[in-house]
């Protein structure tokens, strides 16, 4: 298994069924109203950037540099290709030569006018031929041009996404988001200190999970709707779960979580195995008496 590059079984996800334990969690969320957000000014860009490495910096999380290139150029790079008809191994060589390893921190950002408050995405770039997976390549990381204080988690969020698509981090898809929701949280909490910011975040995604498991009800869905459904229903539960484990933890615990977590991001073990060791799963991250303590301290 090459570094980056996921295995064929990373997408066999059979879709989660409807548990009598997810319906109620449903019906605990039903009520929740999205909080108003006010849209900063493109002024506080570089500091609401800095907030989202904080959780990193202050924990000394280690995080590994990864294979960049101006998405501009690979288009221009990917046009002369054609033009010259070149083969797959003379165009990654062609790429190779603009090719850059940055920290994480120091990849360029785009804003995106089409997204909306919570939009971002850290933009991996797979090339390869029948099937087979040959490289792996970043361009710039993209953020909602909505700043807001969710936009320093939506940073951490790309740059947990940057890791585990560098290190081949997570090995089944259900599970995909759990760290990056993990830090959007974590970096909710650092953004001030009366957990407003993570209250926010906490019912933003609570009516995701809501809406999720309502669409997950219909009769009419694809495959891929359910799976998709399927992954963000769990990867919300398991987020909170090991969110709550760390809040409600005892400095002992905070510090096991942050090294297991530190253990992912540099490819050392899979967020599988960080699951394991805090016994959260499928069916254990469906806590209805964990959801109503958390709902009750947002409505």
Aim: proline share 3%; aromatic share 12%.
């Amino acid at each position: 298994m090459k570094k980056g590059f996921k295995s064929k079984s990373y997408y066999e996800v059979q879709p989660i069924s409807l548990t009598s334990d997810l319906l109620d969690i449903a019906d605990m969320l039903q009520d929740l109203k999205q909080s108003r957000l006010s849209q900063l000014s493109d002024d506080d860009f570089n500091e609401l950037i800095y907030k989202g490495k904080l959780p990193f910096l202050n924990n000394s999380f280690n995080l590994i540099s990864i294979p960049f290139i101006p998405y501009d150029l690979l288009q221009k790079l990917e046009i002369i290709s054609k033009y010259k008809e070149m083969d797959f191994n003379s165009f990654i060589d062609l790429i190779n030569n603009y090719l850059t390893t940055l920290d994480p921190f120091n990849i360029p950002i785009l804003s995106d006018d089409t997204l909306g408050f919570e939009g971002g995405y850290c933009n991996p770039m797979f090339f390869g031929v029948n099937g087979e997976i040959e490289k792996l390549i970043f361009t710039e990381f993209v953020i909602t041009n909505k700043l807001s204080i969710l936009t320093p988690g939506i940073y951490a969020h790309e740059i947990v996404h940057s890791q585990l698509e560098f290190n081949n981090g997570v090995n089944n898809y259900i599970h995909s988001e759990v760290l990056p929701i993990f830090f959007d949280k974590l970096t909710a909490l650092y953004v001030d200190n009366n957990y407003e910011t993570l209250k926010i975040n906490e019912k933003l995604r609570f009516i995701k999970l809501f809406k999720a498991i309502d669409w997950l009800k219909s009769n009419n869905l694809s495959l891929y709707q359910e799976t998709k459904l399927s992954m963000g229903i769990i990867s919300i539960l398991e987020a909170e779960k090991l969110f709550d484990r760390y809040l409600y933890g005892t400095n002992n615990d905070k510090d096991n979580i942050i090294l297991r977590i530190n253990d992912v991001l540099l490819g050392n073990i899979k967020l599988e195995d960080l699951l394991k060791d805090t016994e959260i799963s499928v069916d254990s991250c469906q806590d209805k008496k964990l959801i109503k303590r958390k709902v009750n301290g947002l409505l």
